[in-house]
């Protein structure tokens, strides 16, 4: 899974890829290339169970991100498309949309607020799209007039990419659009990027987030919304600061703001959820591991996910929720208390359940 870090320029897109990452990128440096970096999925579960396992390694979830250049509205569309490309090879946007006053920061031409930010993110997705499907039709047309004729799956190829283009002109996201599997699979070749899954991160400064608003925020979240985007607000500054602290301070800190845990914490997770991860878990003395599989995935498939052997000769898996487990905090007592259920290979695995396979062979 591989989720592009998209924004106009120094909204703070490297800031928190950097936070994400832990990658050192000087945010100074303006770069034509994307960078691409592993983050941990922050998972509060993980670290209960290994307080009470105590195991020689603890392993979390991990989401990739690629850290793109500035976009710039104003470019020529060579410029744009170059910037663009990176979308192509992602599967989901994190959209950066900028709140923070500095002197020291300049806004980009005609984006000089968040509201201006989100609608010039939104509307050059679309017209990415249009282009594309706009240009599909009309090598459909072009087959037409030479062969005098289409092949069915052309047709119907027509019939939806012309209903696609009409709501995109009413500025309806594709991932908005009500398509239905076979549909999305028809499409899924010109890599729609309204499809993809999107995250906006509104970076804010310490005034905004001590007073929890900045200007234009309930326009910027009732678009959100109504577009089906995730919506988280941070700051990146203040990520940075914290990112320094020792564990005892960040805590501290964090409770003055009333988090129980950091931006970046929360927009790991954030970003975990709305591309449709879940976690499951594994316990023991050698490792307390997070699991990372698509919602809706079946026992078996996320006993695949551990080891594709264990999929193969997979009889069935002894499941508990985390919530459950932490009432009796131990396998034994969880067993005693018949807290334990036996999930069949079809059994759809829940996010945070804590998981234990029986294979044969
Ligand atoms: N005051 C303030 N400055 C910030 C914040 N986040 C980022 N900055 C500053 O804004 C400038 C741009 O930040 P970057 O993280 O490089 O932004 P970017 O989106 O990667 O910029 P480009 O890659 O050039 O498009 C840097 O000088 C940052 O220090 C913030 O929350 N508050
Ligand atoms: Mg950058």
Not at 88 to 105: I, K
Request: hydrophobic letters at 40%; aromatic letters at 6%.
């Amino acid at each position: 899974m591989m989720i592009g870090v998209f924004g106009l320029s120094a909204c703070g897109k490297t800031t928190l890829f950097s936070l994400l990452t832990g990658m050192r990128l000087d945010p100074a440096t303006r770069r034509k290339d994307g960078v691409t970096g592993t983050a941990l999925v922050h998972d509060a579960r993980v670290d209960e169970l290994a307080l009470i396992f105590n195991p020689k390694k603890v392993t979390l979830a991990s989401l990739t991100f690629t850290d793109m250049p500035g976009f710039d509205a104003d470019a020529l569309p060579g410029e744009k498309s170059r910037v663009m490309q990176f979308i192509q090879t992602s599967d989901a946007l994190l959209c950066v949309v900028r709140a923070f006053e500095s002197p020291s920061v300049a806004w980009p031409a005609n984006c000089e607020t968040p509201r201006l930010q989100l609608d010039t993110i939104r509307t050059e997705l679309i017209l990415r799209d249009l282009a594309v499907v706009e240009n599909r039709l009309e090598r459909i047309a072009e087959t037409e007039n030479k062969r005098h004729r289409l092949s069915d799956e052309e047709q119907r190829d027509r019939k939806l990419l012309t209903a696609v283009r009409e709501k995109l002109e009413n500025e309806q996201l594709v991932s908005r659009q009500e398509l239905t599997p076979a549909e999305l699979k028809s499409i899924g070749t010109l890599g729609l990027f309204t499809a993809k899954p999107i995250i906006v991160a509104v970076n804010t400064d310490e005034d905004q987030l001590s007073r929890k608003s900045y200007p234009d925020q309930d326009y910027v979240r009732e678009q959100c919304a109504s577009n089906g985007f995730a919506y988280i607000e941070l700051s990146g500054k203040i990520e940075s600061e914290i990112s320094q602290f020792d564990e005892a301070d960040r805590q501290l800190f964090l409770q003055e703001y009333g988090f129980t845990e950091s931006g970046i914490q929360r927009l790991s997770r954030v970003v975990y959820e709305h591309v449709g991860l879940i976690s499951f878990l594994t316990v023991g003395e050698d490792e307390v591991r997070a699991w990372t599989v698509r919602r809706n995935t079946c026992a078996r498939d996320a006993a695949g996910a551990i080891h594709t052997r264990l999929a193969e000769t997979f009889i069935r898996a002894e499941v508990i929720s985390h919530k459950s487990f932490m009432t009796v905090r131990s396998l034994k007592l969880a067993n005693a208390q018949n807290l334990v259920r036996l999930a069949g290979k079809d059994e759809i695995v829940n996010d945070g359940d804590i998981f234990h396979v029986r294979a044969g062979g």
